[in-house]
């Protein structure tokens, strides 16, 4: 058998017993010619390969060398001009895609441009053992240049070409480990010449090795060469794999897809691509979950429209200082339904909405806890999607906050920066306030006032023989020995009643939404974002570029600084100032902003500013309150079990508390297993005993929840979520609160079984 005929015949393979026998027959022919090289030429590759967790991240690290190689081939094309900073700059430059992302793209253009690269998927042996091909049209390789290329490890191949995304990852050698046999096959334009070899795991004498390593098939010192005519492989790189473990990916749309995989990581990709998904039948252009959030549709779309939404926020851009800027952008879905209770699952990890990307690939995703409990949104949690782009974060930045394998973020100054940004941009977007309490409104039942008063007189006085001042738990107002005009810790916030505003061009007003005669109060280094009200159309603020903006922010040199503001959307926008970290107390200056109208006199609006102190550090143990509260009763078929995610199992979840608007509301589970139990058990020997059990039961379950609130300010092994708890503290904390009100509400049905049996008056028999 001479490499002609091997490559047939591996070429053609459809199972890993084809490429086992075809390597059986060829090491056969040629035992002396044959040898097996460690990849990257080192003998301890194991680690390195098998770095990342997921094999599906590990075929994205594929087709993004596939792009790379794709976009190397216009750099040589274009006799590397322009000098193009990063792959998107490439891309518009050189393929003609629009700087907005490939959502502006029609569906042919999309299409045309996604034949240079198509991943496959055909049957293989089973869901753990299919065969996963990348095709690209990129530069290709000779066969010289693959031993230190595709076929090497932590090679610096990359490191200054900035209009290529490899770096920041091992890149696809990653899919070594996950598949039995790897077949390389590549050659360079108008090379007659092509290279190929296979990839394998060689285990290793276990008394000489502590493990095997991943080898790579040579011939007589060299990558297997043979000669095809240029139409039979055309130039570029095909990766072929056989084994690979696609058992988590098994449907063929959805989040438990290779297709909901890929618009997932790749949320924004530079360039579109094709997946062949032969085991489903199906062929879908991936363009990334943020381009379909902005309305891309294709062929094979379940969404002809585009999603639904209920609100979007358009990239915008906040300057983080030195570490450069971020772009920001959000999305509301439509509300959700029994049929699709997490709608943002067809885009994005439901547990971590907020994605961070790097040349439109995710590189790391925030927890939904940024969202429910630090910009306390927690009832829009299953319907956002947030975005943030790092492209322009300094060098120095993304040194510091990406990992090699873009899974995850490192915990550092930079990650804290962009989620405190991110917070603040999500809790000063008033329509995102307006439809979470209409969230909340809508999956709220309705109460007997009167009961619950009763219920709050109740839990008051049992809170005093605690030595709690029992009106706060009724109404959150202090009293006995303090000033009567002291506001109270917990307040029920002003409802900001969003008008719509009439749009007129040319616009006749510009309003900073602060309240007349009030200074707007900044500690040195603090940064806010400040509401616009205007009556102009979203054409006059561009806030991607400042010069084509017919809005101009005024700064006060050595005071306060602009730096960044959102887009001009129904008259409303929101602009980031963030004062000198050196101010001096004391100082007084203004922010100003002004609106050209084209033939007539400008639009001005100003507003005094004042540097103050920074608050100091609250002492919680000396300003203990309790908010008021209400508990809402939910089972697992109420659409509130779903916004709050909870488990399928519902003897894992008991209750759950979420501040909204000053208000505790306090959600606990009818089906929580020693709960209901107990609660049938009365049911079955008198409804109203079962009513008067139910009732002790919420007693004990709202001074549990007052209680744990009462301990997140006072106990440091209990953190609050404030914005000095990261996010990876805050997910722990949340399984610890659940575990231990599973544990607190099987005490208080105890509690109220005991106090209802002791109500009941005891038989002439007794």
Not at 245 to 259: A, I, Q, T
Not at 303 to 330: C, Q, T
Not at 523 to 546: C, L, V
């Amino acid at each position: 058998m001479d490499i002609n005929e091997f490559y047939n015949l591996v070429n053609s393979a459809a199972s890993v017993l084809d490429i086992e026998h075809a390597l059986e027959i060829f090491e056969k022919a040629h035992p002396h010619k044959i040898k097996w090289i460690p990849v990257g030429e080192r003998e301890n590759n194991v680690g390195t390969i098998g770095a990342a967790a997921d094999p599906g991240r590990s075929i994205v690290e594929r087709v993004t060398n596939g792009i790379d190689a794709v976009l190397e081939l216009e750099y040589e094309q274009h006799h590397h001009l322009p000098d193009c900073r990063s792959p998107r700059e490439a891309a518009v430059a050189w393929l003609n895609i629009p700087p907005q992302g490939l959502s502006e793209l029609s569906q042919a253009s999309r299409q045309k441009i996604a034949d240079k690269i198509i991943v496959t998927i055909q049957e293989g042996d089973s869901r753990s053992s299919r065969i996963v091909t990348i095709r690209d049209e990129g530069i290709g390789l000779t066969p010289e240049q693959m031993p230190k290329t595709i076929l090497s490890l932590n090679q610096s191949n990359k490191l200054q070409k900035y209009y290529l995304a490899g770096m920041y990852g091992q890149g696809g050698s990653s899919t070594f480990a996950r598949c039995k046999y790897t077949i390389i096959t590549s050659r360079s334009e108008a090379n007659p010449r092509m290279g190929f070899t296979i990839v394998r795991y060689l285990d290793l004498p276990a008394e000489i090795y502590k493990s095997g390593h991943y080898v790579y098939l040579t011939f007589d010192d060299s990558v297997l060469q043979l000669e095809r005519p240029i139409e039979e492989f055309p130039k570029g790189t095909e990766v072929k794999h056989y084994g690979y473990d696609l058992s988590n990916y098994s449907s063929m749309v959805g989040p438990n897809s290779v297709y909901g995989l890929l618009n997932s990581v790749l949320f924004d990709p530079v360039l579109p691509i094709w997946l062949d998904n032969r085991v489903h039948k199906s062929r879908h252009v991936i363009k990334g979950s943020r381009n379909a959030l902005n309305g891309a549709v294709d062929e094979g779309d379940e969404n002809r429209k585009g999603p639904e939404l209920s609100h979007a926020v358009k990239m915008f851009y906040p300057n983080l200082g030195d570490w450069g800027r971020i772009g920001i952008e959000y999305w509301v879905l439509q509300k959700p339904d029994k049929k699709n209770p997490t709608p943002i699952r067809a885009f994005v990890n439901s547990q971590k909405p907020v994605i961070l990307t790097l040349n439109g690939q995710s590189h790391a995703e925030f927890s939904k806890i940024l969202v429910s409990k630090k910009a306390e949104l927690p009832y829009l949690t299953p319907r956002l999607i947030g975005h943030i782009d790092c492209n322009n974060l300094s060098p120095l930045a993304k040194r510091e906050l990406f990992v090699s394998n873009r899974e995850n973020a490192r915990i550092c100054v930079v990650s804290d920066l962009i989620q405190q940004e991110f917070v603040k941009a999500l809790k000063s977007d008033d329509e995102l306030i307006r439809l979470n309490n209409e969230a909340r409104s809508e999956n709220l039942n309705e109460k007997d006032e009167n009961a619950l008063q009763q219920m709050r007189k109740e839990v008051a006085n049992i809170l005093h023989v605690q030595g709690i001042d029992s009106t706060l738990a009724i109404g959150g107002v202090k009293s006995g020995g303090k000033d009567k005009n002291e506001s109270p810790i917990y307040q029920i916030p002003h409802k900001r009643t969003l008008k719509p505003i009439e749009i007129h061009d040319p616009p006749t007003y510009i309003k900073i939404m602060w309240k007349v005669g009030e200074d707007i109060p900044l500690y040195p280094g603090q940064r806010i974002y400040i509401r616009i009200e205007t009556d102009a159309n979203s054409t006059y603020h561009d806030a991607n570029d400042p010069q084509k903006s017919k809005l101009n922010i005024i700064n006060s040199p050595g005071v306060i600084t602009a730096c960044g503001s959102t887009s001009l959307n129904n008259g409303r926008m929101r602009i980031i100032y963030e004062s000198n970290p050196k101010a001096e107390i004391g100082t007084k200056s203004q922010i100003r902003v002004e609106l050209t109208r084209p033939g007539l006199s400008m639009l001005v609006a100003e507003h005094p500013i004042i540097i103050v102190p920074k608050p100091p550090v609250t002492n919680t143990k000396n300003q203990i309150s309790l908010p008021p509260f209400d508990i809402i009763a939910i089972d697992p078929d109420n659409p509130m079990w779903n916004v709050l995610n909870w488990p399928e199992d519902s003897d894992k979840i008991a209750s759950e508390a979420i501040l909204n608007d000053g208000i505790l509301n306090i959600y606990y589970s009818t089906a929580f297993q020693k709960y209901a139990e107990k609660r049938n058990k009365f049911e079955s020997r008198d409804p109203a005993l079962a009513a008067s059990f139910t009732n002790r039961y919420e007693i004990w379950l709202i001074i549990h929840s007052l209680l744990l609130d009462r301990d997140k300010q006072t106990q440091d092994q209990i953190v609050s979520f404030d914005d000095n708890t990261t996010v990876e503290n805050s997910e722990i904390l949340d399984d610890y609160e659940r575990r231990e009100r599973c544990r607190l509400a099987t005490i208080s049905t105890i509690i109220a079984e005991r106090e209802v049996l002791s109500s009941i008056p005891p038989t002439s028999d007794e």
